[in-house]
T-cell receptor
Framework: NAGVTQTPKFQVLKTGQSMTLQCAQD?????MSWYRQDPGMGLRLIHY???????DQGEVPNGYNVSRSTTEDFPLRLLSAAPSQTSVYFC????????????FGQGTRLTVV | AQKITQTQPGMFVQEKEAVTLDCTYD???????LFWYKQPSSGEMIFLIY??????QNATEGRYSLNFQKARKSANLVISASQLGDSAMYFC?????????FGAGTRLTVKP
């Protein structure tokens, strides 16, 4: 079982560039979310979606866009990368959100120079 | 917004002994979910245990149990019979209406 698949695993961007982090799940989960993890900190919620066509902001949404056109995919777009967005990004999915186990992708290590 | 506090940046435990990792949280919502995740050095996030705020019994999953004290807003993780493979970062998290917040984590080291 693939579970939650994130691509790419590593990425280096120049300041001002844009890019999309891909996330796909094959478990038919309604809830998907994006987090960032900075050194010495826990994960912080960027955006989440409770189903196709529905997205909402988390704790740290600025500088990021998301869309959810299908149940399977939840891409995260960086509009104009900044060094402050250097982080490890995790995508997660769960059956229906807050009272169920979240399955995480392997993470994307992003460096903005 | 809720705040999650893990006061132990690092903990050491002897193999085969039990260890308690502390977590307190600050939420005004009566309905929430409590989670613990493990992050080994390889980086993946592994679900350990869940407790709902209305659950009467403390949650248990194998060697993991959650000491839930609702009035104190405390959800400590107890790991029994520690193994070398338990060495990792451990994160407490609270979900309020799909808004999940994590603590800063505790690094647990199991000594042989």
């Amino acid at each position: 079982n693939a579970g939650v698949t994130q691509t790419p695993k590593f990425q280096v961007l120049k300041t001002g560039q844009s890019m999309t982090l891909q996330c796909a799940q094959d478990m038919n989960h309604e809830y998907m979310s994006w987090y960032r993890q900075d050194p010495g900190m826990g994960l912080r919620l960027i955006h989440y979606s409770v189903g196709a066509g529905i997205t909402d902001q988390g704790e740290v949404p600025n500088g990021y866009n998301v869309s959810r056109s299908t149940t399977e995919d939840f891409p995260l777009r960086l509009l104009s990368a900044a060094p402050s967005q250097t982080s490890v990004y995790f995508c997660a999915s769960s059956i229906n959100g807050g009272n169920t186990e979240a399955f995480f992708g392997q993470g994307t290590r992003l460096t903005v120079v | 917004a809720q705040k999650i506090t893990q006061t132990q940046p690092g903990m050491f435990v002897q193999e085969k002994e039990a260890v308690t990792l502390d977590c307190t949280y600050d939420t005004s919502d009566p309905s929430y979910g409590l989670f613990w995740y493990k992050q080994p050095s390889s980086g993946e996030m592994i679900f350990l245990i869940y407790q709902g705020s209305y659950d009467q019994q403390n949650a248990t999953e194998g060697r993991y149990s959650l000491n839930f004290q609702k009035a104190r807003k405390s959800a400590n993780l107890v790991i029994s019979a520690s193994q070398l493979g338990d060495s990792a970062m451990y994160f407490c998290a609270v979900d309020n209406n799909n808004d999940m917040r994590f603590g800063a984590g505790t690094r647990l080291t199991v000594k042989p």
